[in-house]
């Protein structure tokens, strides 16, 4: 090699030395320093809905052990793949994290092309809760109990009308699932999240709503709406009463509502580390415990609040439900 030459090899390797050192140097500054500003935790749908909830009883304790404001933004539609998108497009400074549930995983079987890849385009932080479902009706919906409400829905499938937060929503697989478990198919009504949904019925707009405990519970015990069952495999202990629908004949019925934390890709492991300390210490909170117990919420345990967790479960739930998703033959 000429002289010439290798003086020219050994300045570019040392610029490309310098500048990936300049860029470690401005990446450590920027985790050092960070949060500097107030955090976006988007939320894929309505607020006073389920999601949002869990999502604004967290947001104050993370706020406080970051120091600076973790700020709640609803970003609706297509039943959390807008808001998905969204986050998956933004800044991976730290500045923008995202709360889902379980339809990260339920969205690649229900659309054809996703503008994301719920598994290559977002880091990941841990899981949060999981929420069990109710099976809930208006008030002066006609049946009383499950078995009048299967011989009702197959006597006037033309008539019913069922509620959901539209297709990743889980109020769209629960009901999805109890249909085709019936064999029938009813009309269903999206909304941009179940708070607005459970309003409508509530109103007597809508017949039926697969909903989470969440919000639902004082309604169900003050009478206000109808429940015809639990979609877990064991009855629930702030409803000791009201049967599983596994046990009043549609066995195996399981949907159980888990939730992660993420970041866009590329959010560097300094921030994520600290974004996981604050979601560790908010789940502790006595206050955040209480808030989600009342609601038959269970925190999960934090050795599932890490990276690796949500991952490896998000890719099991992706395994898991596109083979149920495609048989029960939605969308809708
Ligand atoms: C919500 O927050 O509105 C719900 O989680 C929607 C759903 O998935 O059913």
Known sequence: MQFK??????????????ASALALLALNAQAD???????????????????????????????????????????????????????????????????HHMGMATAPALYDKLPYDPMKDFEYIG????????????????????KELEAYIKANKDKVTMANAGPGAVSQLCGLIFQSRLGVRVTTIPYKG?????????????????DQTTQTIPYIKDNRVKVYGVTTPKRLS???????????????????????????????????DKITVALKKALTDPDVKKRLDDSNIDIVPMSKVTAESLKTHLDAEINRWGPIIRKANIPD
Request: one cysteine or more.
């Open 194 to 210: 179940t708070g607005p949904a459970l309003t409508d019925l509530l109103g007597g707009q809508v017949d039926i709503l697969c």
């Open 127 to 146: 899981q949060v809760a999981d929420v069990p479902m109710v099976l809930l009706g208006r008030k002066n919906f006609p049946p009383n109990n499950f």
């Open 238 to 272: 702030a409803l000791p009463n009201v049967p599983t629908i596994d046990e009043q004949g549609l066995k195996g019925f399981d949907v159980k509502v888990w939730h992660g934390v993420y970041a866009p890709k590329g959010t560097p492991k300094p921030i994520l």
């Open 33 to 99: 320093a960070y949060p500097s500003k107030p955090i976006n935790l988007v939320v894929p749908f309505a607020a006073g809905g389920p999601t949002d909830s869990v999502a604004r009883l967290i947001a104050v304790p993370m706020g406080k052990s970051l120091g600076q404001s973790v700020v709640v933004e609803n970003v609706l539609g297509a039943g959390g793949t807008i808001a998905a998108t969204k986050v998956a497009r933004a800044a991976p400074d730290g500045y923008t994290i995202f709360i």
């Open 5 to 18: 030459t290798r003086i020219s090899v050994a300045t570019t390797l040392l610029n490309s030395f310098l």
